[in-house]
T-cell receptor, first 111, second 110 residues
Framework: GIQVEQSPPDLILQEGANSTLRCNFSDSVNNLQWFHQNPWGQLINLFYIPSGTKQNGRLSATTVATERYSLLYISSSQTTDSGVYFCAVDYRGSTLGRLYFGRGTQLTVWP | DVKVTQSSRYLVKRTGEKVFLECVQD?????MFWYRQDPGLGLRLIYF???????EKGDIPEGYSVSREKKERFSLILESASTNQTSMYLC?????????FGDGTRLSIL
């Protein structure tokens, strides 16, 4: 199967700082999603981004499919950004619609 | 908005019990998924389904079964619960690829 690697595994920031999370994948993908899991365990869709760049408020994401990576940018971080960020891909060698997850980046934002 | 509802947020059961976890979605999605999440391991796929009465094994199906009798409902069954099945269980649904998740069930097997 495909390998999905996220970095860094842990990130600690002061409120107001910017950060970049990375997702590398080992095969061609049909689609890619970024999720945020809050401290209560709820998994929230952030972006559905098989290629290109999208922005939603303080968050933006870029996927370069030809180079097999995606980046999630968080600007002016807030304590509510804390949680685990997951990247997940649907790759071309797999059953359509099935996602493969990375192990996540644990983000802690201090006031 | 898509609504995926899992029947319990927290559940405590005993070793050897048969355990049912229920998931219902309200968007007429064809695809439904069950994952478990353990610290440091991310989400691992247990079973998924593309249509009523259809099921496919994921990466870790051992000790689990599923049922999809209606399009909106996907049940995960632990045939004989064991302590190593203590985990967070997450259900998801999708029409194409973008998956939408329920709030999860924290299951403890004593």
């Amino acid at each position: 199967g495909i390998q999905v690697e996220q970095s860094p595994p842990d990130l600690i920031l002061q409120e107001g700082a910017n950060s970049t999370l990375r997702c590398n994948f080992s095969d061609s993908v049909n689609n890619l999603q970024w999720f945020h899991q809050n401290p209560w365990g709820q998994l929230i869709n952030l972006f559905y981004i098989p290629s290109g760049t999208k922005q939603n408020g303080r968050l933006s994401a870029t996927t370069v499919a030809t180079e097999r990576y995606s980046l999630l940018y968080i600007s002016s971080s807030q304590t509510t950004d804390s949680g685990v960020y997951f990247c997940a891909v649907d790759y071309r060698g797999s059953t359509l619609g099935r996602l493969y997850f990375g192990r996540g980046t644990q983000l802690t934002v201090w006031p | 908005d898509v609504k995926v509802t899992q029947s319990s947020r927290y559940l405590v059961k005993r070793t050897g019990e048969k355990v049912f976890l229920e998931c219902v979605q309200d968007m007429d999605h064809e695809n439904m998924f069950w994952y478990r999440q353990d610290p440091g391991l991310g989400l691992r796929l247990i079973y998924f389904s593309y249509d009523v009465k259809m099921k496919e094994k994921g990466d870790i199906p051992e000790g689990y079964s599923v049922s999809r009798e209606k399009k909106e409902r996907f049940s995960l069954i632990l045939e004989s619960a064991s302590t190593n099945q203590t985990s967070m269980y997450l259900c998801a649904s999708s029409r194409d690829v973008a998956q939408h998740f329920g709030d999860g069930t924290r299951l403890s097997i004593l």
